[in-house]
């Protein structure tokens, strides 16, 4: 049938007669083969974690309104106009997977070489087991910095700890940097340092991550954003330990939403009333399992948009309708792919664990001999 693909005429070809998509004859095997179907997770980490990595999808442009969950501020910069009365099954889609980023291998700059370490112990948690470099930490019972916690082999207290601030600032750079590449890509100017501070609602003061130059995104000239890895297990639970190890919530998407509000709550309102410059605020959200939060997938697709059309006018040429969405598809799946490329070094990165940066284990009890450990206070004999 091979050979004969090439000779089969149109009508041949519209009746059926040739061989399928690659995807289909996959996805028809997935579905039948039997040791597939009776294959189980090994743990409940495994299956929760085959839960989050199935595909995101949001609608592209979200009508909302302000105060309710979803609603987005890109509504009218999206470049496609869509009919606001379009019913939500025809609506255009924006998706992402997060196991999709190995696929690509066209990130260019935006790729950050990774060490064996690093992959290991991204892998590791991408599976849902123990990550090698923590095993002494958790068989040795060491106990965290903060000194509330062991460490735990899954790294779910290292990610949720606040005293882990230098392995977390680190992490947090690594998003910052591939957002800040790909602004670069789409022709934006932006700027890390002297960001404009703000008051918060709780009297201190704040600033996001980076402001991007004239993007014209959001209702205003420029833009300021704010990057966020969130966890989706619990790993700092005090009153009831049990819950750490286990997804903190059923609907992996509502702690995006909610890290999203918690910002916007915290700088939107701020920055756009503040005296001088105003700026529009746009949070940025992901998770450690590869989960990217709606409006930043929507960001990310406007960032795609402007890099295809900045490409075709250094080229100086007008393309057909056809060619630049599909110019556009594929720098949409590099920017994703950048994205998730990024979060999995971040996310390798912060469950690194400093051996000085632990509290010192006391010496049990049988140890305590009179002579190892003489008194420091006069005894009576
Ligand atoms: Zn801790």
């Known amino acids: ?35 597939h179907l009776n294959a189980q997770p090994p743990s409940r980490r495994c299956q929760d974690l085959r839960m989050l990595h199935r595909k995101v999808s949001v609608n592209a442009s979200s009508r909302v309104p302000e105060d309710s969950p979803g609603h987005s501020i890109l509504q009218h910069d999206m470049p496609d106009d869509e009919d606001p009365n379009c ?47 923590l095993g002494p930490f958790w068989k040795e019972q060491r106990v965290c910095a903060c000194g509330r916690h062991v460490i735990d082999e ?3 207290h290292v990610h949720a700890c606040k005293q882990h601030t230098s392995s977390t600032k680190s992490a947090h750079e690594t998003i910052l940097d591939a957002v800040q590449a790909l602004c670069h890509q789409a022709g934006l100017s932006t700027e890390r340092r002297n960001i404009p501070t703000v008051k918060k609602q709780n009297g201190k003061t704040g600033q996001g991550d980076l402001v991007i130059k004239g993007a014209n995104i959001g209702g205003d000239t420029n833009l300021i954003i704010d990057v966020a890895l969130i966890h989706e297990f619990g790993g700092n639970h005090m009153v009831d330990v049990s819950l750490n190890g286990k997804l903190r919530h059923a609907q992996p998407d509502k ?52 890099r295809t059309k900045r490409w075709f006018e250094q080229l100086g040429y007008e393309p057909s309708e056809e060619a630049f969405k599909f110019r556009r598809g594929q720098y949409f799946w ?48």
């Open 87 to 133: 019913e939500d099954a025809k609506k255009k889609k924006l998706s992402h997977c997060p196991a999709a980023h190995p696929s690509c291998l066209f990130l260019g700059k935006a790729r950050t070489v990774i060490s064996v370490n690093d992959w290991e112990s991204w892998f590791c948690q991408f599976l849902g087991v123990p990550i090698p470099a």
């Open 334 to 381: 590099h920017t994703r792919a950048a994205i998730g490329h990024a979060t999995a070094l971040a996310v390798a990165r912060r469950a690194r664990v400093a051996e000085h940066a632990l509290r010192r284990n006391r010496p049990r009890l049988h140890t305590q001999d009179d002579l190892l450990y003489p008194p420091t206070a006069p005894v009576a004999f």
């Open 154 to 156: 899954y790294g779910d």
């Open 1 to 35: 049938m091979l050979a004969r693909q090439h000779l089969l005429s149109e009508e041949e070809v519209g009746a059926g007669f040739c061989l399928p998509q690659q995807c289909r004859v996959t996805a028809h095997i997935m579905e039948n083969w039997e040791p």
């Open 255 to 306: 702690l995006l939403e909610s890290a999203a509000r918690t910002k916007v709550r915290r700088y939107r309102e701020a920055y756009a009333t503040r005296a001088g410059v105003t700026y529009a605020f746009l949070p940025c959200v992901m998770s450690t399992s590869g989960r990217i939060h709606g409006e930043f997938l929507r960001f990310l697709y406007i960032l795609a948009h402007r």
